[in-house]
């Protein structure tokens, strides 16, 4: 049983279903629900606030999100080492394709303006919906929330981009915004975005529900978001739980939140089941966790629905948090956009009926990029995939030895985006402007940052920092080793740093030449 019942509103139809009893054997492999979170740094959830406690980690302030605490966190697994791209297009890039950016040509944001043009996620793609649909089981697919994978130019030559071309070669089913709140078509900045937005219903599911009712593919409306069922956060958690309720079993459920992301605001709205905020507090940062604890509240309505003996739910960060939302000690240059901790580091939260009782509510210390989130819901589906970046981390949910499994981090970002050739090689002729790069194993992490000058000469700037492992470490990333110069190195971290760059440019080369 993938949810128990309610009645329950899909955005553009209200649909009913029954609770029915647990079933004593399945007859699929179970259904997967993806959560992605906008900008939401791991100490801002408050079980990672409490794991980086024992270690001594500096708090990145009030954390307060007991839903995601008790429904995940504590029935789960947390992931203290996940890494995910600086910047949101590329993350959730990875999490479809299984790819880095330099094989998917995703390095950047993708923009809402034809004044920006930026490609985005190219449709020679396979996406691991399409794989799952395709797959013995034949999962269901939908999507709903924030897209933001596909530039102005896509959009225009196919504005069913979310299914793919031909439609249903990605996801099936589609609603939420194309883009960041406050970006697209339907909103201004008076609007604030998050209360009047753009949503696009997208289907290859025919007849289209109301408002749509029989019109031509696709149907796009405006909704007034001044009500709290109309707050994007409650409708994604609505589209969401109405899907859970209503697609055929097995079916994989892709879900992406715009909160926390910009425009920052205190959410004076009585949503059900949200912690009252602190509204005297104007600032940057007590907004940012307004919109956190209306998240949390959401994410709780729908953890709670969810049938867990046979849904695998796994929550990740897209990115580090906004750089105005931090708190001292941490620096705000350090945050989202970088390649710092600050910028990279992703809460990844899993909760799965594979998952033994004696590790729920425990945290792993493996390494997870979210490009290994394809390879991992491959695997939970019994689905075969290529593999490209991506390594399964199930061994990890299930307490299996395994000898494979990821050895180091790696995130990068880079302009621009480009289409790959059919072998996955970059096109001939193609001019990187800069190419962002991080890489850590072996107790240290190496920043570079490679860029073309306006005279065509390349420059290139490198950090080197220590991993920190307890109270006293450099939690915060100020002490760069080679500041001094790498003459001052000691011989571990001048080995360190001669291991990393050679497996930074034999495995992760560079784009700007």
């Not at 034809?114 to 034949?138: D, N």
């Not at 055929?248 to 910009?262: D, G, T």
Request: hydrophobic residues 40%.
């Amino acid at each position: 049983m993938a949810i128990r019942g309610a009645v329950l509103a899909f955005g553009f139809a209200t649909l009913a279903c029954t609770a029915r009893e647990p079933e004593p054997q399945r007859a699929h492999p179970g259904n997967i629900v993806v959560i992605v979170l906008d900008d939401v740094s791991p100490g801002l959830i408050g079980a990672y606030d409490r794991e980086y406690a024992k270690r001594g980690r500096p708090s990145l302030g009030p954390a307060s999100t007991p839903e995601i605490d008790a429904l995940l966190a504590a029935r789960g697994r947390l992931f203290t080492q996940a890494w995910a791209n600086p910047k949101c297009t590329p993350t959730r890039a990875q999490i479809l394709t299984g790819m880095h950016g330099v094989r998917s040509g995703v390095g950047q944001v993708v923009m809402a303006t034809a004044e920006e043009r930026t490609s985005g996620l190219a449709p020679v793609h396979e996406l691991l919906p399409g794989f799952l649909a395709r797959s013995q089981a034949h999962y269901a697919t939908a999507a709903v929330g924030k897209w933001h994978l596909s530039g102005v130019d896509e959009l225009a030559r196919n504005p069913l981009a979310p299914l793919g071309e031909p439609p249903g070669r990605w996801f099936e089913r589609y609603a939420g915004s194309l883009y960041n709140l406050g970006e697209d078509r339907g909103a201004s900045a008076d609007d604030g975005g998050y209360w009047r937005w753009e949503k696009t219903h997208a289907t290859r599911l025919l007849p289209l529900e109301a408002p749509c009712g029989e019109q031509p593919l696709p149907c796009v409306t405006i909704e007034d978001g001044r009500t709290p069922q109309g707050y994007p956060t409650v409708d994604t958690t609505d589209d969401a739980l109405a899907l859970a309720g209503t697609l055929p079993e097995p079916w994989f459920l892709y879900i992406a939140y715009n909160a926390i992301h910009e425009p920052l605001h205190h959410v004076a709205l009585d949503l059900p089941g949200t912690q009252a905020c602190d509204h005297s507090d104007p600032s940057d940062a007590a907004m940012a966790r307004c919109m956190l604890a209306a998240l949390d509240g959401q994410l709780g309505r729908l953890l709670r629905a969810l049938d867990e003996s046979d849904t695998t739910v796994i929550l990740v960060g897209d990115n580090g948090m906004a750089q105005r939302a931090f708190h001292p000690p941490y620096l705000r240059h350090h945050g989202k956009g970088t390649m710092f901790s600050g910028g990279v580091e992703v809460p990844l939260l899993v909760r799965s009926p594979r998952i033994p009782a004696a590790l729920r509510g425990t945290a792993s210390d493996a390494a997870v990029l979210a490009v290994d989130l394809f390879a991992t819901v491959a695997d939970l589906c019994g689905v075969e995939v290529p593999i490209h970046d991506s390594f399964s981390f199930v061994s990890e949910l299930t307490g299996a030895k395994s000898a494979g499994g990821r050895r180091e981090l790696y995130s990068e970002r880079f302009q621009p985006n480009f289409v790959p050739l059919a072998d996955g090689s970059i096109p001939a002729g193609f001019v990187g402007r800069f190419h962002d790069q991080a890489l850590a194993a072996g107790g240290f992490k190496l920043i570079r940052e490679t860029a073309r000058a306006e005279d065509g000469s390349l420059l290139r700037h490198e950090q080197l920092f220590r991993l920190p492992v307890g109270a006293d470490d450099d939690w915060i990333e100020r002490a760069n080793l080679l500041a001094p110069g790498p003459a001052e190195l000691e011989s571990e971290a001048r080995r360190a740093l001669e291991a990393l760059r050679a497996r930074l440019d034999a495995a992760y080369p560079c784009i700007v030449r």
